[in-house]
């Protein structure tokens, strides 16, 4: 039997006194309502009104239960409003921390799309994290290469890239009057093992000093830097056109960029589906194309 | 600059390359130094050819040992490669002990320091140095040993690796026996110094031997670590290299035409996994040049 419209019979007829008012208010003929309760009462295995007067009035038992249909019946409008808030949030994307135009664009392009997505920028390590505590419904993690659905090669950017694309070319040598050594910025979205270890071996392979990499700073210190001395920062060439600077990709060693959707285990597997429709828009965000 | 900032700038450069340093720079004429950390015990690598050699012409100056005697050298199937000097002799060869000395200290050959060995083993090299009252360096074991670590049995291909492992040993207590101070020939910065100090004012050491030796060092092919910093014309440098896993030394005298002599030492363990550092020994060179500044200032 349908519990919830028998309780919504039951509470409806209590609270106006009469089976007419009460299925009227409750926009069912006078016989369902009087059916429901008979049902309920069976259920329940009480008579819930005293049917002997004109007005109808609660028996003991239907006052002891009253309480409880009021509260099953509220539970149950809470639980529709919250799958109608649900169905209308947007879809949480963990994604790498880019500018503000990048990721503006990007939801444009969703929406545009009809997906309604809600970008939260974080870095690496953290993106597995917020699809793992649900925080977010889908995320995309930084993977090597071979994994990859989008992969990016990274370059380095700056006011006079090497034309080589080699790490060689920053060694200064013997000569001191040549001015500060020229660094490498490794940005956070690269401090994972199968972008940053290479670099590094890369790195001593070709004499560079250690301090010639910096790894760790944050994107607004590395692209300050960047912007007003020698240094070189390693990135996807989409970074480098949005900020004017200078791009040659990185030949020795080559370095990508490997991207991969994550969803909770338990999750919500047709949000992938989110992503096929969004396949062009996410691979602009990420500089894969 | 002071002093104590001297050293500290001094760390500090060494540090930005990747090394951990000791260095000791003394004038041989007023005894002044300028010093890092160089009591500091460190593997010695090709620097024991320096007490070898030493100790080999102090017997011949006695006439235990006759510099003349032919040594023969045996054919070799597969010679050392990457190397000069007799270790990439393929034929057979004959070569006096006194020439085998020149090799062993100008072209650092490690066949020519073992032949040597042979005659004079390390026990022995230990007592003359002994005799001489020369101490603080430990001579141990022949050379063929230092050619004889991870590098080589990882090849050419994962020297990254190797150095990787060498320099993770130290930090992890596991024994690698070339880095072991209690295994390896070993010495500290200062005690080379002295050593050099001995070959270049009198000492025990016979005059005529130590002038054969300092002749030696100034025959040093290997002129890519303090060299470019500290020769020149009117400055003449002798020395001796020593290279090993990440070890990187060179211990040796510059006399200058104005009539300054300055023994400089330098020993350090570098922390970045490549063989090949030009920027490292650029850094030493510079540092070197820095202390002798000092000193001269």
């Known amino acids: 039997m349908d519990v919830l419209a028998a309780c919504r019979a039951f509470v409806s007829v209590s609270s106006h006194g009469s089976f007419t008012a009460g299925a009227s208010a409750a926009r069912i003929p006078q016989s369902v309502a009087s059916r429901r309760v008979a049902a309920l009462e069976t259920h329940l295995g009480g008579r819930l009104f005293d049917r002997t007067s004109r007005t109808v009035l609660l028996t003991p038992f239907g006052r002891q239960v009253l309480a409880s249909a009021r509260r099953l019946l509220d539970a149950a409008d809470a639980f529709e409003d919250d799958a109608v808030r649900a169905r209308s949030l947007p879809v949480r994307l963990a994604v790498p921390e880019a500018g503000a135009l990048e990721t503006a664009r990007f939801v444009a392009a969703a929406r545009a799309a009809g997906v309604d997505v809600q970008p939260v920028a974080a870095p690496p390590g953290r993106r597995a994290d917020l699809v793992r505590t649900h925080e977010v419904e889908l995320a995309l993690v930084a993977v090597p290469a071979p994994d990859a659905r989008w992969r990016v090669p990274l370059g380095l950017a700056g006011r006079r890239p090497p034309g080589s694309g080699r790490l060689a070319a920053l060694r200064r040598g013997r000569s001191r009057g040549a001015g500060p050594l020229r660094r490498v910025w490794l940005l956070p979205e690269d401090d994972v093992p199968h972008v940053r270890d290479p670099v590094i071996r890369a790195r001593d392979a070709a004499g560079l000093r250690p301090g010639q990499l910096v790894v760790g700073a944050g994107f607004v210190e590395a692209l300050a830097t960047v912007l007003t001395g020698d240094d070189l920062l390693l990135c996807p060439q989409s970074h480098a056109a949005s900020t004017g600077l200078g791009w040659t990709a990185l030949q020795v060693p080559t370095v990508l960029r490997g991207y991969a959707p994550a969803v909770p285990r338990a999750g919500v597997v047709d949000v992938l589906d989110v992503l096929d429709v969004l396949d062009a828009a996410v691979a602009d965000l990420l500089g894969a194309r | ?297």
Do not use: Y
């Open chain 2, 1 to 297: 600059m002071s002093g104590p900032s001297v050293v500290r700038d001094a760390r500090a450069r060494l540090r930005d390359a990747g090394l951990h340093g000791t260095f000791l720079v003394r004038d041989l004429d007023d005894g002044a130094e300028v010093v890092v950390d160089a009591d500091e015990v460190l593997p010695m690598a090709s620097l024991v050819k320096v007490p070898l050699a030493v100790a080999t012409l102090e017997r011949a100056a006695r006439g235990a040992l006759d510099l003349a005697r032919p040594v023969e050298l045996p054919a070799q199937a597969t010679p050392a490669g990457g190397l000069a000097g007799t270790v990439a002799f393929r034929h057979p060869a004959t070569i006096a002990v006194e020439d085998l000395l020149h090799l062993a200290v100008a072209v650092s050959d490690n066949r020519a320091a073992d032949a040597l060995f042979d005659l004079t083993p390390p026990a022995d090299v230990a007592v003359e140095l002994d005799r001489l009252g020369i101490a603080g360096i430990a001579v141990r074991h022949v050379v063929a040993e230092l050619s004889d670590t991870v590098v080589e049995l990882l090849g050419p291909e994962r020297v990254n690796l190797a150095h990787t492992l060498a320099i993770g040993a130290a930090t992890t207590g596991i024994p690698v026996t070339h880095l072991d101070t209690t295994r390896a020939n070993s010495c500290s910065a200062r005690a080379m110094a002295d050593l050099l100090t001995a070959l270049w004012r009198p000492s025990s050491i016979d005059p005529s031997v130590a002038q054969r030796v300092r002749d030696l060092m100034g025959s040093s092919v290997h002129r890519q670590r303090l060299a470019p910093d500290l020769a020149a014309d009117d400055a003449r440098w002798s020395s001796k290299t020593g290279t090993v896993l990440n070890l990187r030394h060179e211990a040796g005298v510059l006399e200058l035409a104005e009539g300054r002599t300055l023994a400089v030492v330098a020993m350090t363990a570098s922390s970045v996994a490549a063989a090949v550092q030009p920027e490292a020994e650029a850094v030493m060179g510079a540092v070197a040049r820095e202390l002798v500044e000092f000193l001269l200032g």
